[in-house]
């Protein structure tokens, strides 16, 4: 009998473990972290962003950065990228004399999740709440002072607004003749609404505009809790309020918020991972979530408005994004998406392609916002994003058109960086020479195409651009345009004209082939580099061949002075003081030696050592990159995250790959921080990086099977990922020298092998 209740109270037990476990299991989207980089190293940080995945509607605080003692009102929307709110919302309560277009808020108690925002603003005595749909939003604002009038100031910077007794809308004007609408209401019925006089708010004029233009809702004295909901658009006040009432249907904040979470939980599933370092899985889902900010649907009940004509299209059923940085996402943010988001993915290059059909001239953006292309850094990898896809089986756009405007906009306009020119005399030198002159020792700067602050950059352009032609050859060659395929082919290899033999590192040449005179390649001239480089030094852009690193292997001297190339890169101090160094090489962040993890053009270097037979190289310098500047804290990133430009490496290099060169359909193994990384391809199968003898601390892999199979490459195919199954690798606290080392075990440069 005594055995029996045993038995009983054990099973009991039991039962009561397993049902506190599930409890205290977490969901994807509890491992956010969105506070993870909000204090930058040294220029932009990351911003703490509510919003759903791709979605038109993001705000975060209105704030210079973490540190800031005093929030800028509470946002409504931000339309782009690291910019300000377009609107604002302040809550008051005090002297109307004192009411500003924006109020200076006092806070404590902030919380951030991506689908929530609270926060209390402890001077004022209220409590603020959000959370927010695809093209709406709520707050709930809790006014604790019952003995002060509450009041709420809606301003636009720059615009104008109207009022009903119960509603504000209005506009704000963007550039480029866009503008952001807004239709806003509350639950409790205003006491009045109008524009601040002194110390009285006057109702009789039923519209505010101008810059700061602002209304004041006063609510009655006794009200202590009044929610907001509120719609935007870039079409129209009455689509504004149609996208609002299609989304949020009541005032139940807590709902909408679910609804939120359940939204981040299946985009974020789409990588399941496992393993016993809860920071590594907090950095790793903060990564991905950061994937998500950009590009936005800007598609409204299947129209959009395109600041690339100024008009209203239909988006013929299919959602319309804008807000990229290619220079940044085509390396490893496009590439993530081609594999979890194929439909997304397409649907972005197609947007790409009608964008540029609505523009004047028929040249692929590059840096594509709300308010249009804003040409900015230097090449055009539009096209390495419809090689990549392309190459990976993506259909869904027109790969012909998308051809002819990325060529147009590599042959047609102006390489010089941040510039909207077309071709002038500089791009005739490029296509007859192969590479972008520097100016001579004196020389002074005539060329109107060329930016002032920005420079010739010209071994960025020359590199950038000859990879450029590479993918233009790989589209070339898939729509059958073989004269066009063996053209661009050719010139792909015009890196070699910039590279100097005596030191092996890319160099400028003036318009008479001179290199540039006494360079020293840490401290190239001009402000980040420009006038040789662009943001980021010598060291950096010898490795910026991505497309043929065999042959840069070879340039270099071969395979042991490849990885000696490597390690001195790594191991060359700044040869400057700090303060000295960063006032000119800004963007040079994220250091080891004169590497800089904080920069996108260094991303793919640290799988470089498989490519010279040291994969056991790349395992090693990978995870003590990833243990050295990604963290769970608050200088957790460390450069410009540009909207998945960075994190992605993150994501990649965590479940244990890397797509070293968009364009050609493969993946560098480098080590897995999970025990297990599992993949949705969306086509009924999964792919798995599996690790046995899993520990933090077993960086190295010992072997390998894929499905089964033995496998001794450094690689596999896009085909091999696409068809599912197991990439099983036994780990081991040190090397294993041997794996993946052979010639015929390195990955793939120029073409895939038959």
Known sequence: MRRIKFLGWFVLLLFMASNLFAQLEKSPVDYVNPYIGNISHLLVPTYPTVHLPNSMLRVYPERENYTSNLLYGLPLVVTSHRGSSAFNLSPYQGSIANIKSVMRLSYDNEMIKPYFYS??????????????SHQSGMYAIGFA??????????????GELTKTDHSISGYQQLDN??????????????ALIGTQKADKIESENNATQGNNAFYVIQFPVNTSNVKVRYGISFISVEQAKKNLRREIKDYNLDVLAKQGKNIWNKTLNKIKITGKDENAKVVFYTSLYRTYERMISISEDGNYYSAYDGKVHSDGGRNFYTDDWIWDTYRA?????????????SDMINSYVTMTEQMPKAWMPNFPEVTGDSRRMNANHAVAMVADANAKGLKGFNLQQAYAVAKAAITEKTLAPWSSKPAGILDQFYKDKGYFPSLAAGEKETVPEVHGWERRQPIAVTLGTVYDEWCLSKIASAIGDKKDADYFSLRSKNYRKVFNPETKFFHPKDSTGNFMPNLDYR???????RDAYDENTGYIFRFDVQHNIADLINLIGGKDEFIGALENMFSTPLGRGRPDFYQTYADHTGNVGQFSMGNEPAMHIPYLYSYAGQPWHTQKRVRTLLDQWFRND??????????????????????????VTPGLPMYVIGSPVFEKATLDLGNGKTFTVSCLNYSSGHKYIQSAKLNGKVWNKAWFSHE??????????????????????????VPPSFEMPN
């Open 720 to 745: 091999e990922l696409m068809k599912g199954g197991v990439l099983e690798l036994v780990m081991g606290k040190n090397p294993n020298k041997i794996w993946a080392a052979d010639k015929d075990a």
């Open 145 to 158: 002072n019952k003995k002060q009038t509450p009041y709420l100031i809606i301003n636009t910077k720059r």
């Open 523 to 529: 401290f190239p001239p001009a402000v980040g580099g």
């Open 119 to 132: 926060v209390d603003l402890d001077e004022i005595d209220v409590n603020v709440k959000y959370a927010p």
């Open 177 to 190: 003749k866009t503008k952001v609408y807004i239709y806003l209401e509350t639950d409790v019925k205003p």
């Open 634 to 659: 608050l200088m957790g990133i460390p450069g410009d995250e540009d909207g998945g430009g960075l994190t992605s490496f993150i994501v990649f290099s965590q479940i244990g790959f890397y797509p």
């Open 333 to 345: 943010t496009h590439p993530l998406r081609v594999i979890i988001e194929p439909k997304m993915e």
